[in-house]
T-cell receptor
């Protein structure tokens, strides 16, 4: 059974720092790995999706990597800003309609 | 604008009452999902539907019911049998392949349900 873990649960950094969020999964047989952002009381916004055949994806200041052999994905945020403050969730797709979510990392970027 | 619309944004349920949460999408996606989000627990799957007139139970279906009479709509009813309904409910949709990428999932803005 696929399990997804995100550590740390919460993180505070000063503005301008580069940071890495971690996502671990137990079953390497995944279709893709999707990273989401969630603002308080809001839905999830898709940030990046890495297909199982890919190693990384980039969008602006965000870079997500995938290492299936070790069961890990990381989300790298460069030059963090207060507007990046949110909860970041990862989800592993283990089947066509099966998405397993981590519990998220709550990020606070201090001005 | 294409997207997923959930309504209402806030909903209150009295004891013994059934309530229905609406989810509509105009993305032409075949699959739709309902998740429940509780603090510190991540998202848990309630029901999903691959096509019209078909739906499957997720991990926590007890006390909930759904229908899928139209491709665009996937309403969720929280019945009186659900004893702890207070949570944030999220609807999502996905298409099996879009631009060569499999299974991108898109979410609505959510409905917060509370018990009076």
């Amino acid at each position: 059974k696929q399990e997804v873990t995100q550590i740390p649960a919460a993180l505070s950094v000063p503005e301008g720092e580069n940071l890495v969020l971690n996502c671990s999964f137990t079953d390497s047989a995944i279709y893709n790995l999707q990273w989401f952002r969630q603002d308080p009381g809001k839905g999830l916004t898709s940030l990046l999706l890495i297909q199982s055949s890919q190693r990384e994806q980039t969008s602006g200041r965000l870079n997500a990597s995938l290492d299936k052999s070790s069961g890990r994905s990381t989300l790298y945020i460069a030059a963090s800003q207060p507007g990046d403050s949110a909860t970041y969730l990862c989800a592993a797709t283990s089947g066509t309609y099966k998405y397993i979510f981590g519990t998220g990392t709550r990020l606070k970027v201090l001005a | 604008d294409g997207g997923i619309t959930q309504s209402p944004k806030y909903l209150f349920r009295k004891e013994g009452q059934n309530v229905t949460l609406s989810c509509e999408q105009n993305l032409n996606h075949d699959a739709m999902y309902w998740y429940r989000q509780d603090p510190g627990q991540g998202l848990r799957l309630i029901y999903y539907s691959q096509i019209v007139n078909d739906f499957q139970k997720g991990d926590i279906a007890e006390g909930y019911s759904v229908s899928r009479e139209k491709k665009e709509s996937f309403p969720l009813t929280v019945t009186s049998a659900q004893k702890n309904p207070t949570a944030f409910y999220l609807c999502a949709s996905s298409i099996e392949k879009q631009g060569g990428v499999r299974n991108i999932q898109y979410f609505g803005a959510g409905t917060r349900l509370s018990v009076l």
